[in-house]
């Protein structure tokens, strides 16, 4: 594992070019990932426009404020994401601010496609879920724990609706996103928080 995890941070984006990747490939009609279709540059296409908002309006709370600034351990925070991905959009500038408030947490994001050794290492329940946070001691190169692909809220959502109605269709997608809305990456910040403190017992 030490070995996929190495590669992939050698390879790995910071945010910012994260971010240009996925914009540079919109405007030749492209997202990420190994396959491409116009629903996909859609769902990419929606996705910067989220990620443009949340960058502006999402607040870290003061209580989680302080947690952060209270870590001792140095870590990335490895996330494997691609920019189609609605969840990831929704994540992924809540990760930055929080990366960005600690001194102790270093942002780095790698695509799926091209990542697959480390995609199969953090499966979901059998399947290739995104966005996934691996969280990697920067001293000893080990990772510690990981989170994702979405908060328990979210989660919650989309399994009862699975239940229900047999699909994940174009309705449960939207009450996700209102979810999302609604939560203000707030869920995300205190299950984040819990799982770091506790690492650091």
């Known amino acids: 594992m030490k070995t996929t995890v190495a590669k992939a941070l050698f390879n790995s984006y910071t945010y910012p070019v994260y971010r240009k990747i996925v914009s540079d490939l919109l405007v030749e009609g492209k997202s990420t990932g190994n396959e491409q279709s116009e629903n996909l540059t859609h769902y990419s296409t929606l996705n910067e426009t989220r990620m443009n908002r949340l960058?502006?309006?999402?607040?870290?709370?003061d209580e989680n404020?302080?947690?952060l600034q209270s870590l001792k351990n140095e870590y990335i925070?490895?996330?494997?994401?691609e920019g189609w991905c609605a969840d990831g959009a929704q994540l992924l500038p809540v990760f930055n601010k929080m990366a960005n408030e600690s001194d102790k947490i270093e942002l780095k994001i790698v695509l799926r496609d091209e990542n697959e050794d480390l995609m199969n290492l953090f499966l979901t329940n059998g399947t290739r879920a995104v966005p996934k946070l691996i969280i990697v001691n920067k001293e000893t190169g080990n990772?510690?724990?990981?989170?994702g692909p979405r908060p328990?809220?979210?989660n919650d959502l989309i399994r009862n609706y699975k239940e229900k109605f047999g699909i994940v269709d174009e309705t449960a997608k939207a009450d996700l996103q209102l979810w999302y809305l609604h939560d203000k990456g707030v869920s995300t910040q205190d299950e984040l928080i819990d799982l770091m403190l506790d690492l650091e017992q």
Do not use: F, Q
Not at 55 to 61: L, S
Not at 143 to 147: A, F, K, L, T
């Open 152 to 154: 328990k809220g979210a």
């Open 55 to 61: 960058e502006k309006t999402m607040k870290i709370t």
């Open 77 to 81: 925070w490895l996330v494997i994401a």
């Open 143 to 147: 990772v510690c724990g990981n989170w």
């Open 65 to 67: 404020l302080s947690k």
